[in-house]
């Protein structure tokens, strides 16, 4: 099939989403951080009460891995370049300080989005409009409107819960373009013992970012369609009236690339992120921390993140950790 034949008959976004809910407004005409103004003390309070052991996971990939990162094609994994070391001070280049100190320096290039990292609420829109009704001029240069420097001011701290859809689905990770919905998260859950409670931070576990480690990069990426959430209006629903602040995936996306119903991309991207304001978290590495819940049965969690304070940034990269 040509590309035109693929999307003859694809609805645009604004088609798609024209009945879609919106929680513009609803936290103010200068709000930038969405749902996350779900997590208030109450929340903070919720998730620290799920301590037990104190057994802390980071959730960050490696960034500028030797052997490649999971990234979105078309961007280009990180270049850390170091710029000052030993042989500086062996060959004299290095700068002089009293009592003879000598440091290391790096420079690194990436693509905010280049590793785990946390979407700002304006990093993707349709319709001429980014979230909360914000011009989709205001993206021009910079964010100058929800950036992810108010999320990274405010942080983000709840009880956290993990669904481990590839477990549930007896799957080391799930299939290039295999989707799942809110109704399989609800049932995951159940078969884990818990319940998805109204305002938790969603970690959803596909082992699509862990397998990108045990696959060959060419197969990683061929016809690039990543597993994920599927839209549809009931789950978009169901996002709202559970008052979701974050959803935090280990896949690139955190959604199916293509919805394979209408055809349309990244739809919940809109749906989700720009509509709703649900704070979007992506490439995050979830395997240890599944493996751990598994093990102890606590698939429940205090879930702490700060992304990098990027000043009208699209998003930053961020190392979430989660203390059981
Ligand atoms: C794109 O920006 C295309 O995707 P993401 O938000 O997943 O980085």
Redesign the pocket.
């Known amino acids: 099939m040509t590309e035109t034949e693929e999307t003859l008959g694809t609805p645009t976004l604004q088609e798609l989403l024209r009945d879609s809910p919106k929680n513009w407004g609803k936290w103010g005409p200068e709000d930038e951080v969405g749902s996350l103004n779900y997590l208030t003390v109450e929340e903070a309070q919720r998730g620290a009460a799920e301590i037990r052991t104190g057994k802390s996971f980071t959730l960050a990939i490696p960034i500028g891995n030797p052997e490649g990162d999971p990234i979105?094609p078309?961007?280009k994994t990180a270049v850390r370049t170091n710029v000052m070391d030993r042989r500086n001070f062996l060959c004299g280049t290095g700068p002089s300080f009293n009592g003879d100190l000598e440091y290391a320096d790096d420079v690194i290039t990436m693509y905010l989005?280049g590793t785990s990292?946390y979407?700002a609420l304006g990093?993707?829109w349709y319709g001429e409009k980014i979230y909360n009704g914000y011009a989709a001029e205001t993206t021009i240069g910079s964010l100058k409107k929800a950036s992810v420097f108010p999320i990274a001011e405010r942080g983000i701290v709840g009880r956290g819960i993990l669904i481990d859809i590839a477990r549930f689905r007896g799957k080391a990770a799930l299939e290039r373009g295999e989707t799942f919905s809110h109704e399989d998260l609800v049932a995951a859950a159940s078969a884990q013992g818990v319940t998805i409670h109204k305002r938790d931070i969603l970690l959803i576990r596909t082992g699509w970012v862990g397998s990108y480690y045990e696959t060959e990069e060419t197969e990683f990426y061929r016809d690039f369609l990543e597993p994920g959430l599927t839209y549809s209006p009931q789950l978009v629903e169901w996002f709202r009236d559970m008052e979701i602040p974050n959803l935090v995936t280990d896949?690139?996306?955190?959604e199916v690339t293509r919805d394979p119903v209408s055809g349309v991309d990244?739809p919940l991207?809109n749906a989700l992120?720009r509509n709703l304001g649900i704070a979007?978290t992506?490439?995050i590495a979830l395997d240890k921390l599944a493996e751990d819940c598994s093990s102890d049965g606590q698939w429940t969690f205090l879930y702490t993140a700060a992304p990098m304070k990027i000043v009208g940034g699209?998003?930053a990269p961020v190392n979430p950790v989660v203390i059981k």
């Open positions: 979105w078309g961007r989005q990292q979407d990093h993707m896949t690139i996306g955190n990244l991207h992120m979007f992506e490439i699209s998003g």
